[in-house]
Nanobody, 119 residues
Framework: QVQLVESGGGLVQAGDSLRLSCVAS????????RAWFRQAPGKEREFVAR????????AYADSVKGRFTISRGNSKNTVFLQMNALNVEDTAVYYC????????????WGQGTQVTVSA
């Protein structure tokens, strides 16, 4: 069974840092692009960051550029999101996603982890 499991969310103050992790299991994910999305209350899910299957290319939403960093672990099944200088607008449920490198759509999703930033 293919699973993506996020962890690392929590309640922090503005200016703090958090590191989210996403562990994939059930198949080999070395040829999968990986990404993070988030959904704030009352808003649609939005793209946060992605990294390609080899780890050579990354992309970020303008709202997090310079503050967040996506990376892959040595096992290739794990992806991280380092979040620095958090602000209240970063409060959301963060979702990990995956897609095979030939596809356009992220079709594998985790259950999400809550990040809450207080002022």
């Amino acid at each position: 069974q293919v699973q993506l499991v996020e962890s690392g969310g929590g309640l922090v103050q503005a200016g703090d840092s958090l590191r989210l992790s996403c562990v994939a299991s059930g198949r080999t994910f070395s040829d999968y692009d990986r990404a993070w999305f988030r959904q704030a209350p009352g808003k649609e899910r939005e793209f946060v960051a992605r990294i390609n299957w080899s780890g050579s290319t990354t992309a970020y939403a303008d709202s997090v550029k310079g503050r967040f960093t996506i990376s892959r672990g040595n096992s290739k099944n794990t992806v991280f999101l380092q979040m620095n200088a958090l602000n209240v607008e970063d409060t959301a449920v963060y979702y990990c996603a995956a897609r095979r490198r030939a596809l356009d759509i992220f079709d594998l999703w985790g259950q999400g982890t809550q990040v809450t930033v207080s002022a």
